[in-house]
């Protein structure tokens, strides 16, 4: 595998200073109190501009003396960074006295919606797909208006949307400035807003920012935009670390409204940063209003630091960057022991409007899935991580288990409160749900154990229910009645994959964990193993849909009795079917080139809209 430079020297080096010593696995051991691996990570403002700069090249100068130069160097996949937008209008949508009711996107939390390719509000569909934004009047199910977004081939956009306002996100645009590292480009990311009111959309403004969008969280009106960004500095060139100025560090953004633009970077009092980290990578959230008359530049908050996963509450915003790609040595081989490797976890305020108020930060050893590996309840993190372990150097099979960790905010550090160490000895995490006070975790190498922990007491998490069985489930999805869904991919006994499979099981007595019912698809993949936004469950019929691929192109559709699924059939043969949703009787598919319209509980076909521009 290629690493990004910047990604294995953008990490907190605080793990160098720890002991390079992995723990003896043991199966099922609970601990309370602070864990001697575990503790809190406290994060520090800078007192001036000057001091920043001094800090920041100081930590790059170890940072790159910390690398060795053997890993590979590779910029991030992206294109041109400019903007604008062409417009197509069609019929005028009709006018919806009442709105039927309807799926949103799938996502982990309610009422915290997450960045996808489709969204609706029950009278229209909103989608982008090769940078076009759709509109599609769901009464008379005709292409109600399209927008061409130019200047982002190869950066594939996501929509939040707030009324008559969508926030179209994409990632990762090349731009021609100097390089960081030899061969690499600086990258930055476009954020734009699209009026639907009128009778065609309309750009209304565009921000564009250093780095690449990771992900991005909306409550109400406000929108929170994660963005990883690194310095524009020849880090190889210690004279070149020691020409910077303060401006060479800080992210950029620039904001473009009404053919105004203006331009700036991060105020050096937004930034924090770790006691012991690298300099070189930044995360910074904006906080994007939607309701209000135009785009601003979103009060931008900074923490020097990696990462990739982002998991929000109604209240809080948690940004996870985890260091095992710091420990590869000469070859690609592991320096040092991987677990060595640790999770920071950041954790921001951000019930109120404006900018997001750092509140505490911590850390845990091991790395985690995804974002479905947080769940905060109570008051309190719960978090699920691998710790693999491999020797000093040279090729040696790795041993791996994982943990839940439990963390509750002291102050402004996270501090580790409960521990359950031994799930799926010699095997890592593929999928975590938490339901309430309950979490379930699927770990996998040949067989598939599906483990209930009960966190009624989060200072003393016990696995008190396991059931092994082939393959693994790489989403879970609770459906009620102590009812899961999991899916994923069946295998033989020797571990091997053949094909998608859904598995219904009944948790209802933790203690006995049990599969009532199990479809599978030979040679089947679906995208909702990688991305849980294409999975939709219609709880009033028991309608399950997934995408599937590439035994037959098109949707599976499952239905649930309550103790089995079996399939109900299969909707938009030959079709790349990426996404669904439901709108009062009608079940709409999403594919690059159109919508496709079924009736919800028999399947019958009711049209087809395809697009105009784009497709």
């Known amino acids: 595998m290629k690493l990004n430079r910047h990604l294995i020297i953008g990490l907190t080096l605080g793990a160098l200073g720890l002991a390079f010593t992995g723990c003896t696995p043991a199966a099922k051991v609970q601990h309370n109190g602070l864990d001697p691996r575990t503790g809190p990570l406290t994060l520090v403002a800078y007192d001036s501009c000057d001091a920043a700069m001094n800090s920041l090249k100081a930590a790059a100068r170890i940072a790159t003396s910390q690398y060795d130069g053997k890993a590979a160097s590779a910029g991030r996949p992206g294109a041109g960074q400019t903007q604008s937008g062409t417009a197509r209008s069609a019929a005028a949508p009709s006018t919806v006295t009442s709105v039927p009711d309807y799926s949103g996107t799938n996502v982990h939390e309610p009422g915290v919606d997450e960045p996808d390719i489709v969204k609706t509000d029950g009278s229209r569909i909103v989608t982008v797909t090769n940078n076009v934004l759709h509109t599609v009047d769901v009464a008379s199910r005709r292409l109600s208006g399209e927008l061409v977004l130019t200047g982002h081939l190869g950066a594939p956009g996501q929509l939040l949307l707030r009324g008559d306002r969508a926030l179209v996100l994409f990632p990762s645009a090349r731009v021609p400035t100097q390089v960081v590292w030899a061969g690499q480009q600086q990258y930055a990311s476009d954020v734009v807003v699209v009026d639907l009111s009128g009778r065609s959309p309309r750009l209304a403004g565009t921000l564009t920012v250093d780095g690449s969008v990771i992900d991005a969280r909306q409550v109400g009106g406000v929108a929170r935009v994660v963005v990883r960004s690194t310095p524009k500095v020849d880090a190889e060139n210690p004279a070149a670390i020691d020409m910077a100025s303060i401006s060479d560090w800080l992210p950029r953004f620039s904001l473009s409204v009404d053919g105004r633009t203006r331009s700036g970077r991060v105020d050096c009092q937004q930034i924090k940063r770790p006691p012991h980290y690298s300099g070189l990578t930044m995360l910074t959230v904006y906080s994007l209003d ?94 699920v991580t691998t710790t693999v372990g491999a020797a000093v150097s040279g090729p040696v099979p790795a041993t791996s288990e994982s943990a839940l960790h439990v963390l509750q905010q002291r102050g402004e550090a996270l501090v580790e409160v409960g521990l359950l160490e031994g799930l799926g000895r010699g095997e890592r995490v593929y999928s975590v749900r938490f339901v309430g006070p309950t979490g379930y975790v699927v770990t996998f190498r040949q067989t598939d154990p599906l483990y209930v922990v009960d966190l009624r007491d989060p200072a003393n998490p016990a696995a008190v229910g396991e ?45 006995k964990p049990d599969l009532l019912s199990r479809y599978q698809l030979n040679g089947g993949h679906s995208e909702t193993e990688v991305d849980p936004h294409a999975f939709l469950f219609w709880p009033k019929t028991g309608l399950v849909l997934i995408p599937v691929t590439p035994s037959w192109n098109g949707a599976l559709a499952l239905t649930m009795d309550g103790v089995t699924i079996h399939e109900l059939g299969r909707v938009g043969p030959g079709r790349q079917i990426r996404r669904s949703l439901v709108i009062g009787d009608t079940l709409w598919t999403v594919t690059e080139t159109g919508l496709g319209a079924n009736h919800v509980t028999t399947l019958t076909g009711e049209g087809w809209i395809p697009f105009s521009l784009g497709g």
């Open 290 to 383: 939607l309701d209000a008359p135009s785009l601003t530049i979103g009060e931008p908050a900074t923490v020097v630091a990696d990462g990739d996963v982002v998991y929000g509450t109604g209240a809080s915003l948690y940004l996870a960057a985890d260091d095992r790609w710091m420990f590869v040595g000469s070859g690609g081989q592991p320096a040092l022991t991987a677990s060595s490797a640790h999770t920071q976890i950041y954790k921001f305020g951000v019930s109120r409007p404006g900018r997001p108020v750092f509140e505490a930060s911590g850390e845990v050893p091991g790395s985690l899935i995804n974002q479905y590996a947080m769940s905060e309840y109570n008051g309190k993190l719960r978090v």
């Open 467 to 511: 059931l092994k069985l082939t393959g693994y489930s790489a989403y879970l999805h609770p459906v009620g009645n102590g009812l899961l869904i999991g899916i994923g991919q069946e295998a033989n006994a020797r571990g091997r994959v053949l094909g998608t499979q859904v598995s219904l099981f009944d948790v209802r007595d933790p203690s």
